[in-house]
Structures are given as structure tokens and as C-alpha cells.
T-cell receptor, first 115, second 113 residues
Framework: DTEVTQTPKHLVMGMTNKKSLKCEQH?????MYWYKQKAKKPPELMFV???????INESVPSRFSPECPNSSLLNLHLHALQPEDSALYLC??????????????FGPGTRLTVT | AQTVTQSQPEMSVQEAETVTLSCTYD???????LFWYKQPPSRQMILVIR??????QNATENRFSVNFQKAAKSFSLKISDSQLGDTAMYFC??????????FGKGTRLSVIA
């Protein structure tokens, strides 16, 4: 089973709202990732969690707040977003994280629209 | 910094024909992995094939195969017997122990009936 699930599939939020994106995997992977993808562009890495600890933050604005409650779950808390934050947000997982070369498995993404 | 270059923004191929997507990369590291990912219009990013840099043998997965030229830092993807379901954006990607996954800009492939 190489499934990564993400909820919700679509999200529309105003600039003053607070919302959360959720990601789950049951492959026993110890690394999880958040990517942002704009239309017709490759994914851009935002955060990496390795063994439930934040190991990489690619200078992401503080209006994006990641959380890893346990090794199977990854959340992305959103607050005071801007219209330019509208994008597809992809979650991924891999067997291990930083310093390793394992392939990543991606979820279907959440299409976020900020109005 | 590691870079991945896909020089073909768009390509098309007739159904049942063969097509090759190009990818070059730049790195000074000796231990790394290369991947091809497929992202159909439904948007799910799917791993197509992987290649370990230390392996000389080219990876194959059913109709998908790679031509890995380590000295030339080239990693092309060949799709044989193209099917309509192969229509997607294809991303070449690089990862090493010191570098998170780095993607190329992608090649949009259209399979024409």
C-alpha cells in the first residue's frame, strides 16, 4: 500500500480565516513533506518532518504553520493567507527523511483558493 | 546547488508509438537517486521509475525505461507503446543525502489517438 491521503480535496477561504490541511499515511514512513505547487510548475518544498521533528523549513512565511502529531499524521495550519497563496498543496512521505535518498510518495493534494 | 533541466516543455506522440523525454542534471555528488514522476490532469503525482546512481544497469518498469548516462549527467525516459492514459506532466527529479528532492520544470506529454 503506497497511499497518502489528504483532506479536504478543495478549500476556499478568506484572508481572515483559519483553516487546516490534513495528511495521513499508513506505510510506516518516518518522513513527511509539504509542497506547494502552482499551475504548470513543479512542486516547491515547504517543510520536512523527520521522525516527527521539523528538519527543514524552506523560509516559509509564518502564516503557514506545520504540525506533526504523530508519525502517520501531518497538518498544515493556515492563517491570514494572501491570494497568491492559492495553489495545490501536496503532502508526501518517504521511508526516512533528511540525509536519505528514499523515493517520496505523494497524496492527491488539496486545491486551495484564497479569496 | 543541484539543478535538474528538462529542455522539452511540451511533446506529443501518437498512440502505440515510442517517445523519449530528456532530462539532464548537475551535481558534484557521487551517491544520489533519480526519479521520473507522472502527474496526470487529475493531479496525483505518481512515481514512474527510479534509478540509483551506483547502478550501471538502466531501470525498467513495464513500458517505461530509462537511459542513464552518469558521465554525461543525463537521465531520459522512454515510453513504449504509448497509451492515452500516459497523457500527463512528467517531472524528472534528483535526490541525494545532502539535497532534498529537486524537480525539473516538467514536460507536458500528450498522447494522440
Amino acid at each position: 500500500d503506497t497511499e497518502v491521503t489528504q483532506t479536504p480535496k478543495h478549500l476556499v477561504m478568506g484572508m481572515t480565516n483559519k483553516k487546516s490541511l490534513k495528511c495521513e499515511q499508513h506505510m510506516g514512513h518516518r518522513a513527511m513533506y509539504w509542497y506547494k505547487q502552482k499551475a504548470k510548475k513543479p512542486p516547491e518544498l515547504m517543510f520536512v518532518y523527520s521522525y516527527e521533528k521539523l528538519s527543514i523549513n524552506e523560509s516559509v512565511p509564518s502564516r503557514f504553520s506545520p504540525e506533526c502529531p504523530n508519525s502517520s499524521l501531518l497538518n498544515l495550519h493556515l492563517h491570514a493567507l494572501q491570494p497568491e497563496d492559492s495553489a495545490l498543496y501536496l503532502c508526501a512521505s518517504s521511508q526516512e527523511g533528511t540525509g536519505k535518498t528514499y523515493e517520496q510518495y505523494f497524496g492527491p493534494g488539496t486545491r486551495l483558493t484564497v479569496t | 546547488a543541484q539543478t535538474v533541466t528538462q529542455s522539452q516543455p511540451e511533446m506529443s506522440v501518437q498512440e502505440a508509438e515510442t517517445v523519449t523525454l530528456s532530462c539532464t542534471y548537475d551535481t558534484s555528488e557521487s551517491n544520489y537517486y533519480l526519479f521520473w514522476y507522472k502527474q496526470p490532469p487529475s493531479r496525483q503525482m505518481i512515481l514512474v521509475i527510479r534509478q540509483e546512481a551506483y547502478k550501471q544497469q538502466n531501470a525498467t518498469e513495464n513500458r517505461f525505461s530509462v537511459n542513464f548516462q552518469k558521465a554525461a549527467k543525463s537521465f531520459s525516459l522512454k515510453i513504449s507503446d504509448s497509451q492515452l492514459g500516459d497523457t500527463a506532466m512528467y517531472f524528472c527529479a534528483f535526490i541525494s543525502g545532502n539535497t532534498p528532492l529537486v524537480f525539473g520544470k516538467g514536460t507536458r506529454l500528450s498522447v494522440i489517438a
